[in-house]
């Protein structure tokens, strides 16, 4: 078992499986989880979980019903925009990728027959044959390239431009096949186009309202704000859902949501508290599925500006956030301490052996006396809009007020914060979404000038790095530079990431085949195809 | 109607007749005035702090209401809780009901184009929506207790105006009003004099209901992001952040919720068994 | 008397021209107050200068923002309320079945919440003093002084989760029989009942009891009236003003004010569809919604202004 203890994954299910089949009682089982430090609530719906599973075979029929938590009037069909899991979740429905990422992470083809490169630069797609459209049409190399340039067209609203825009060539090879040209290489592509964003739409498509993919639910009533019911796609490729339709919407109050499951109105509530999680312990009938998958609130400090210029105050800050305390209290045990850098447990670049800065308030007061900021007030952004930021904002604030740092913290409205605070304010929150792979975050958020460099954070040597490990096609090569480059991001910037959270969704145990996956909760928000209605 | 002006008879207290329900709901006000005073000098435990290492935790001997979701003292944040709701509230009811109900009153004794205006004018205030509201004032002029105090003035201004308003007009045709015209008598002395004394009761009443809007909108307010900033909180902010306590019947939830009702019920309570004196003159 | 009724109603809808286009210039003002477009907050954290430029050319949002007012308000001159800027429907279509639902819920509301609060505000003055007022008294600020939100959940809770009588959801569209329609609604209906009624109790009772002490009303009962008559047939109608008011203010709240209900029960009416257009600075929708709050608003103080008028001869 992994060395954080709260983390509990799949594979720690799969082995209580195993045990279950090997004999072992409840007790012993119940045992080696409390050792391993789950909370006694949490362990025993995780048994009763792991026991249903055993005798689990797939049953065709039945409504689906499920609740995200937000939704509203700019909710959309159109993969290149979505922004929200609810967009999300539909467009896994009503669409398919080129590839998907499996549990382990790894890339498996979806409507790709085959990705294949010797430079990593140059890439060919083969596609399945026999796909078809909803409305019939055949997919062809033609929709694919539609799908893809897209999201370089400005005037589309991309949500991956920055991403997409390595992407400079374009060639049908034949009717099934494409051939992609990179800017440079980068041996990520077959786990780049498993992002959300780059679902296949037809070719020529401007109006998605209808949702007209080669998905798995034909989608028959689309409400933006209200909901999405889609049917099942009798021509899917892969051979049908379970559940003959799917209907989808958010209940953005939490409670509301567990209560509406706990009556029987809906299958899957999704991204529960996890203070909530005791509401489940000793009711039969519901299993709770966690994620830990690498999203995360962080805590930036800018070093373009005061005070985060001054090396000693993002030193005093690192060792003033107390990890433990963020995950024990904030997020109740469902998240991993983080070492300041993004990349996450559940990633296969994972640096384990890079530490945590330990908690250490006169560490902290030391440097903030060299930074000669000690009882001056300094102004801490945050916000709803990121997730737990401002539950951590006060638990940093009562351990500065300890040792005579005053922290002003300031709680600034959810609506607008992405525009108005975030990368903008010199301390602020903000919150990251579960990105496949490093080079990915990196680029986007450490690269000297990535679009969102959240502290600022600049080295000629790191963005060197970040190319080379790109080009590489040698594995252990890249591990190795990735390595490096964590700590190098751990020690340099001014990010803190004091934790990566987990996601928690609550089911009625009628729903089966949840399993849990790197891109997100929701199964990486592609569930409805999955799963299905026990009777 | 004579009210008694000699004090002497029956329950006498500083020269009012007074009862025990009145008396009782002025208590509890007074207190929560002394509690919201001395409140840093008061609490056990520091507001910010986590002391307990579970959440939404039982009354117990060192936590005398519990913990909250994230572990810290409930007793603590209702004391230091009773500054912000106590003191926004009074000052934003005050303002919003004193200025209502003078507009009110004058738009009533004036008429004419005055009264037209300022209705029209105060229609369309209401009709903007609070979050929109609070979002702009945010926005322009940024989160601070004065803001959200005028914020809310604003938004419940035009509800006392109309109020007040719909009994003045009422007043206003009596015949000592016409009697007060034609001796000469100026505006301000028709409002003071005349029409106030006859509408007050319900004035009054109007207010105590006004004071539980603003009680229980504040807490809105500070989500949005305009006013209480953490890691203070006003009560209907601890009942919010704390509402996931509801199903396990938490006292982080049940406290906040009490303390906002013994208010509220008092402040009305109170107003409702004011002496008649005060509460129901009417013309000599 | 029917001569002067239709002149005011005239007159106020004249004014009430004047009014919504007050409003509709205060809700722009505001607006533009706000920071960020609909193309940064669509974009959220990808929005990058290029991007939000690319977007903004797309969505035609590169005209000053005053222009596109003015176009909207020619437009609702020819029955065209524009379309939504953050998913290119025609606001007519998303307005439509919500504003459908708010006036159900509303309807059903105001049905059962004003002869409810009138019966005990009045009663309650009646027997002004007694145990009986003192209780409805306490009850009705205990009521409303729990926060909206916390009431709705336990009535959920109670009701749905340990009880299993109604739906913790209201869906519309899924209502076939009448006894369906009571599940749907029994709880959003019994929430918002409890936030109006109070005011309407409250200002019943004071405005009854203010003439209950008028010089006239305490003579007739001296001389032997009985109580309930003189309620009913003197003081009921000089205070008929003040309570249509407190009436027409509590109901206005059932329009723009009932987002959380609208949130718990995930009942699809437009409070929600404001607070989003809010949040996405979708100005033809946020315009539209603002125009339905403030028609409805004063249609129920037009209506309240021409009881009052009716009710006090000396105003006709």
């Known amino acids: 078992m992994s060395d954080t203890t709260t983390n509990w994954s799949r594979s720690d299910d799969a082995m209580i499986e195993r045990s279950i089949r090997g004999g072992a009682s409840r007790r012993e089982l119940l045992k080696l989880m409390l050792v391993n430090g789950m909370a006694m609530a949490a362990a025993s719906t995780v048994l009763g979980r792991a026991s249903q599973a055993v005798a689990a075979t797939p049953v065709k029929g039945g409504a689906l019903k499920a609740a995200g938590w937000s939704s509203s009037t700019a909710d959309t ?96 090879v034949d009717k099934n096949t494409v051939e992609i040209t990179l800017a440079s290489p980068n041996a990520d592509l077959p786990t780049i186009l498993s992002m959300h964003h780059f679902m296949i739409v037809a070719d020529g498509t401007t109006d ?32 049908g859902p379970n559940v003959d339709s799917f209907e989808f919407f958010a209940i953005q109050d939490e409670n509301a949501r567990i209560n509406a499951l706990l009556s029987g109105d809906i299958h899957l509530a999704a991204a529960i508290n996890p203070r909530s999680v005791r509401l489940f312990d000793g009711v039969n009938g519901f299993a709770l599925s966690k994620t830990t998958s690498g999203n995360y609130t962080d805590l930036n400090i800018r070093m373009d500006m005061a005070p985060g210029n001054n090396r000693d105050f993002v030193e005093g800050m690192k060792y003033l956030v107390n990890r433990e305390q963020i995950v024990k209290s904030a997020l109740r045990g469902f998240g991993v301490v983080g070492n300041d850098q993004p990349v996450s447990p559940a990633n296969f670049y994972h640096n384990a052996a890079l530490k945590p800065k330990a908690f250490d ?134 990010t803190i990431i004091p934790a990566y959270i987990s996601n928690v969704d609550a089911v009625t145990e009628k729903l089966k085949g949840l399993e849990p996956n790197p891109l997100g909760g929701m199964m990486g928000y592609a569930f409805a195809e999955y799963v299905w209605l026990a009777t | 109607m004579t009210t008694s002006t000699s004090s002497g008879r029956r329950g006498i207290r500083l020269g009012y007749r007074a009862n025990l329900v009145g008396i009782s709901a002025l208590g509890v006000i007074l207190l929560w005035v002394v509690v919201a005073l001395f409140a840093p000098h008061m609490i056990p435990h520091s507001v910010g702090e986590i002391v307990d290492t579970d959440y939404f935790g039982p009354v117990s001997r060192d936590l005398w209401l519990g913990s909250d979701y994230l572990g810290r003292d409930i007793f603590s944040r209702i004391l230091m809780g009773a500054r912000y709701t106590l003191g926004i509230s009074l000052a934003a009811v005050s303002i919003a009901c004193f200025s209502g109900v003078a507009l009110g009153m004058t738009a009533a004794v004036a008429g004419g184009w005055l009264d037209t205006m300022l209705s029209r004018f105060l229609d369309a205030l209401n009709s903007i929506p609070s979050k929109l509201f609070g979002l702009v004032v945010v926005a322009a002029v940024g989160s601070s207790i004065p803001a959200l ?130 509460r129901d003159r009417s013309p000599e | 008397m029917r001569r002067q009724i239709s002149s005011l109603v005239m007159r106020r809808l004249l004014i009430a021209l004047i009014t919504l286009l007050i409003v509709s210039i205060a809700v722009f003002s505001a607006t ?174 004071a405005a009854v009891v203010e003439t209950l002490n008028t010089p006239y009303v305490e003579m007739a009962l001296l001389k032997g009236a009985s109580r309930p008559r003189m309620v009913l047939r003197h003081a009921l109608p000089n205070a008929l003003g003040p309570i249509v008011n407190a009436v027409a203010l509590s109901l206005s709240y059932l329009l723009g004010g009932v987002i959380i209900v609208e949130t718990i029960f995930n009942y699809p009416g437009i409070a929600k569809l404001m607070v989003d257009a809010v949040s996405t600075r979708d100005l033809p929708l946020i315009q539209t919604c603002a125009m339905i709050f403030c028609l409805g608003y004063l249609a129920l103080i037009t209506a309240a202004d021409i009881v009052a008028v009716l009710s006090n001869p000396r105003l006709r």
Request: charged share 20%; glycine share 6%; net charge positive.
């Open chain 1, 77 to 172: 069909l159109d993969p290149a925009k979505a922004s929200l899991s609810t967009d999300y979740v539909r467009c896994c429905s009503f669409y398919n990728r080129l590839t998907f990422l499996d549990q382990a992470g790894v890339p498996q083809m979806e409507l790709a027959e085959s990705i294949e490169s010797s430079d990593a630069q140059t890439w060919t797609i083969k596609l399945k044959k026999g796909v078809t459209f909803h409305n019939g049409k055949d997919l062809t190399s033609d929709d694919v390239i539609y799908s893809l340039k897209r999201h370089l067209d400005k005037a589309t609203g991309s949500k991956v431009a920055a991403i997409a825009v390595q992407m400079t060539g374009f060639k049908a």
């Open chain 1, 208 to 239: 998605f309202s209808s949702g007209n993919g080669t998905g798995a639910f034909k989608c028959k009533q689309f409400e933006p704000g209200v909901r999405s019911i889609g049917v099942r796609n009798p021509n899917y490729f892969k051979g």
């Open chain 1, 361 to 494: 308030p006169e560490k902290a007061k030391f440097h903030f006396q060299k930074a000669g900021v000690l009882g001056q007030p300094i102004e801490v952004i945050t916000s709803d809009a990121a997730n737990s930021a401002i539950d951590m904002a006060v638990i940093v604030q009562a351990t500065a007020a300890q040792i005579g740092m005053k922290l002003d913290v300031k709680r600034v409205p959810s609506d607008g914060y992405w525009s108005n605070y975030w990368l903008k304010a010199p301390i602020h929150f903000g919150n990251v979404n579960p990105r496949p792979t490093p080079d990915i975050l990196f680029s986007l958020l450490y690269k000297s000038d990535a679009p969102w460099n959240e502290s600022r954070y600049t080295s000629e040597k790191f963005d060197k790095m970040l190319a080379e490990a790109r080009a590489s096609l040698d594995q252990a090569k890249r591990r190795e530079i990735y390595n490096e480059m964590q700590i190098m991001v751990s020690e340099e910037a001014g």
């Open chain 2, 149 to 278: 105090i005028a914020t809310l003035s604003v938004i419940y201004t035009p509800g006392a105006y109309r109020f007040a308003r719909a009994l003045a007009v009422n007043v206003n045709t009596m015949d000592f009003m016409v009697v007060a015209r034609i001796r000469g008598e100026k505006l301000p002395y028709l409002i003071a004099s005349e029409i106030l004394p006859n509408i007050l009761g319900p004035v009054l009443a109007d207010l105590g209901l006004r004071f539980v809007f603003v009680v229980l909108l504040l807490s809105g307010l500070s989500f949005l992001g305009l006013g209480v900033q953490p890691p203070y909180a006003d009560w209907g902010a601890l009942v919010r952040e704390n509402i996931g306590g509801l199903p396990f019947a938490a006292p982080a939830v049940l406290f906040p919720s009490l303390a906002i009702a013994s208010l509220t019920i008092s402040v009305n309570l109170l107003i409702d068994n004011l002496p008649r004196r005060i």
């Open chain 3, 32 to 205: 533009a107050l706000l920071p960020g477009d609909t193309a940064t907050i669509l974009l959220g954290q990808s929005a990058t200068p290029e991007a939000v430029e690319g977007l903004r050319k797309a969505m035609h949002l590169n005209d000053p923002a005053i222009i596109r007012f003015l176009k909207w308000i020619a437009g609702i001159f020819q029955g065209d309320f524009g379309t939504s800027y953050a998913n290119n429907v025609p606001i007519a279509n998303l307005i439509h079945g919500r504003l459908a639902n708010t006036m159900k819920l509303a309807g059903l509301t105001a049905a059962i919440a004003v002869p409810f609060a009138l019966t005990l505000g009045i009663t309650a003055a009646m027997w002004r003093g007694t145990l009986y007022d003192r209780i409805v008294t306490v009850a009705t600020i205990g009521i409303i002084s729990v926060p909206e939100f916390m009431i709705a959940t336990l009535a959920v809770l109670l009701f749905a989760v340990y009880l299993k009588w109604l739906p913790a959801l209201s869906f519309t569209n899924e209502t076939k029989s009448f006894y369906d329609l009571m599940r749907t609604y029994a709880m959003p209906v019994m929430t918002l009942t409890f936030g109006v009624s109070a005011q309407m109790i409250r200002m019943t009772r």
